[in-house]
């Protein structure tokens, strides 16, 4: 069976693809506009058939959770911590009507304007989540796989033992460390957003360690060397703009686990107060003893939002990962009609 | 999923150390790769010992608003809260080193009958998961690979991703209101239902394990019971695992297809279907093999959820009860179970992969 197979199964290098083909779409993204050489755009040119309409699906949610995180309190109706206007209190548990879209909680909240609020965390928390364990890891893994040695061993041995762990509990260790548990809009995000850096730092590190140590021994970094490049610059110019081709799907992977990982903190009750700030867990946890007696509009829609970020996160970086790997790209000329139609 | 890609990133390091080397060394492997664990939960069970203390002693925590200061000192000396933090560091570790594990403060328990009762509980779950992952993954993934490009393959991606990006908890609200309140065939939450409950008291030397004990009474309402109230949370954690599976499948297959044996072997006339059972699949799960590791911890992670979605009284639950009382004692016994659990699983893991592919020792 496999002791037959000399070729490595499943890790994404491009060897043994027909470069060849994929010539004529690479000089034509090269001549293009610097707009249409951006990152998504460029991708989206060169996808076609499912792989298109995936990636322009992701970016179409993407966009849709960024407006709204942008125009909240011009999109939601109410407060996300009001429970009355001037005609009167909310009531609790109301089915959806004209007045409440999506109707109200249990604690007498607007079910839609705490959907649309929700935004705002989940953007925030995203945003200072994967900039800060950016930072932190990449410094790491470019550090460790550069000088090696002792301080390589351990910190690759502290990344190991971080990563292997289940990441939500760490999550939730550091959120009680950092905020002691609750506490108000911005020191909740970020302590949510600190907790998710812990976990997604080893990723990062290792990744990029791994990238460093193959480049380490490339001959353009020995010619550095011999010229008299100090360490600084070595690692900054040489190593670092190299080693950063495989961070954009960690970046939205972590991006949209961030997401994932500030809605289970809330869930479990480990996250940001409801007054403070809106966010989807926390309304998912008092949704849940509703959906014993049959409320079925307090739980599905938060739930939803967070299907819906995260999907058009996954998208994106799934198919930015998928085009730029020979062997998963969709090719542009197929050999039968039929695939070319899917 | 990123647990491939950063094990392939990471592998080229290790091999080319061992390359001089004979190729004869796996006892050695396994020996070094069992060392290994140590170190392992012994950084997570420092980390969250200190993180844990970084916010101030259990004492403080649990009854500081309700006790005078006075009464408040006289409590932390009695649980020797006063001494230096490395002091007591030392002391837990010489406790667990003896096996004990300490009592909570909340209810007064051993942490080691937390562990083997809340342990079973999760180990039950977790297990039906995989099934359940396994029962959807593999064939789908399969039949993905198969199809590529075609309307299977992109439905199946879809809704691989969609199970990505759906919450446990939010598939365990969905079915709670579809299976146990609009239909009303499966029960909302919990392990066992009273009555069971009243059954299984009645069992002399109980196990852990309701299953087990079910069947060894042989009572088939009991059976039902304790089945029944495991089929959502199984599904909904069985669905997460299973999108991923369904994708490392995929993946895998779609490479190992590409493959010249698999032309060869085709040119000689093998049918299409052996082609994708046989000669594909099984190279396709070496990496799934390994990626189980991870997913254990992952699937462990999930169980938190999915036992407090569903009211299911195992580890992950405990955990984040004990952490809402602030209970450190128990947070740390469940912690370092877990992280037991995880090292083992991976050591496991690897050994496998280490018998597979002679490449991946050193």
């Known amino acids: 069976m496999t002791l037959s197979n000399p070729e490595p199964v499943g890790d994404g290098n491009a060897a043994g693809t027909d470069l060849a083909a994929e010539a004529p779409v690479v000089a034509e993204t090269a001549r293009s506009p610097w707009y249409l050489r951006l990152p998504v755009l460029s991708h989206l040119r060169r996808s076609v058939g499912l792989q298109r309409g995936m990636l322009i699906t992701g970016v179409v949610l993407v966009a849709g959770l960024l407006l709204t995180a942008l125009f909240a309190p011009l999109l939601a109706p109410y407060g996300f911590a009001a429970t009355s206007d001037a005609a009167g209190p909310f009531g609790t548990q109301r089915p959806p009507s004209a007045a409440h879209p999506l109707g109200t909680t249990v604690t007498g909240f607007d079910v839609l304007s705490r959907v649309i609020w929700g935004t705002r965390t989940a953007v925030a928390v995203m945003v200072c989540a994967v900039a800060a364990s950016l930072f932190v890891g990449v410094a790491l893994g470019l550090l460790s796989g550069y000088i090696g040695g002792w301080l390589d061993r351990v910190l690759v041995m502290l990344a190991d033992a971080i990563y292997a762990f289940p990441s939500l509990l760490l999550a939730i260790v550091m959120s009680i460390v950092i905020s002691g548990g609750q506490s108000d809009a911005w020191g909740g995000i970020l302590a949510a957003a600190l907790s998710i850096t812990v976990v997604f730092v080893p990723q990062y590190f290792r990744v990029i360690r791994a990238e460093v140590v193959r480049l380490k021994a490339e001959p353009f970094v020995e010619a550095a060397k011999v010229v008299g490049t100090g360490h600084r610059r070595i690692m900054g110019t040489h190593l670092l703009r190299n080693a950063t081709r495989t961070l954009p799907l960690i970046f939205t992977l972590n991006a949209s686990e961030s997401i994932l990982t500030l809605a289970a903190l809330g869930f479990l009750g480990f996250g940001i107060e409801p007054t403070s700030a809106s966010e989807w867990g926390y309304d998912l946890n008092r949704a849940m003893s509703d959906a014993t007696s049959g409320i079925w509009w307090t739980g599905l829609f938060p739930g939803l939002a967070i299907v819906l970020a995260v999907l058009g996160v996954t998208l994106v970086g799934e198919s930015v990962n998928d085009l730029n790997d020979p062997r998963l790209r969709t090719r542009r000329r197929r050999r039968s009609p039929r695939r070319a139609r899917a | ?362």
């Open chain 2, 1 to 362: 999923m990123t647990a491939t890609d950063e094990k392939g990133a990471s592998a080229p390091s290790a091999p080319r150390r061992t390359r001089q080397r004979s190729s004869g060394g796996l006892g050695r492997y396994i020996l070094i790769r069992f060392l290994l664990i140590i170190p392992t939960v012994l950084i997570l069970m420092t980390v969250v010992f200190f993180l844990m203390r970084i916010t101030g002693d259990p004492i403080t925590a649990a009854l500081g608003g309700r006790l005078t200061p006075a009464e408040l000192a006289a409590r932390r000396a009695e649980a020797g809260y006063d001494r230096p933090l490395i002091v007591q560091y030392l002391d837990y570790l010489g406790g667990v080193v003896r096996g004990d594990f300490g009592t909570t403060y909340t209810d007064r328990t051993p942490v080691s009958e937390i562990l083997t009762t809340y342990g079973a509980a999760t180990f039950e779950l977790v297990a039906y998961s995989v099934v359940v992952a396994l029962v959807i993954g593999v064939p789908l993934g399969m039949l993905a690979a198969r199809t590529r490009d075609r309307w299977p393959d992109a439905v199946l991606r879809i809704v691989a991703i969609l199970g990505y990006a759906t919450p446990v908890f939010f598939v365990g609200l969905l079915l709670k209101l579809v299976f146990s309140v609009g239909l009303g065939w499966l029960p909302v939450a919990g392990r066992i239902s009273t009555s069971g409950e009243i059954t299984m008291s009645r069992i002399l030397n109980p196990t852990p394990f309701y299953l087990l004990d079910a069947l060894r009474l042989g009572d088939m309402a009991l059976l039902r019971d304790v089945l029944s109230h495991a089929v959502l949370p199984a599904v909904a954690l069985g669905i997460l695992t299973g999108g991923i599976f369904l994708r490392l499948v995929r993946t895998n297959m779609i490479g190992t297809l590409e493959m010249q044996y698999i032309e060869s072997a085709r040119s000689r006339g093998v049918a299409e279907s052996r082609l994708t059972t046989r000669h594909a699949l099984r190279p396709a799960l070496i990496p799934i093999i390994t990626v189980m590791g991870m997913q254990i911890a992952m699937m462990l992670g999930g169980a938190v959820l999915t036992e407090t979605t569903f009211e299911w009284n195992g580890l992950g639950y405990m955990l984040a009860q004990y952490m809402k009382a602030r209970d450190y004692v128990a947070v740390q016994g469940i912690v370092m179970m877990l992280a037991v659990i995880v090292a083992v699983s991976n050591f496991i893991v690897d050994v496998i992969a280490a018998l597979i592919d002679p490449r991946v020792r050193y």
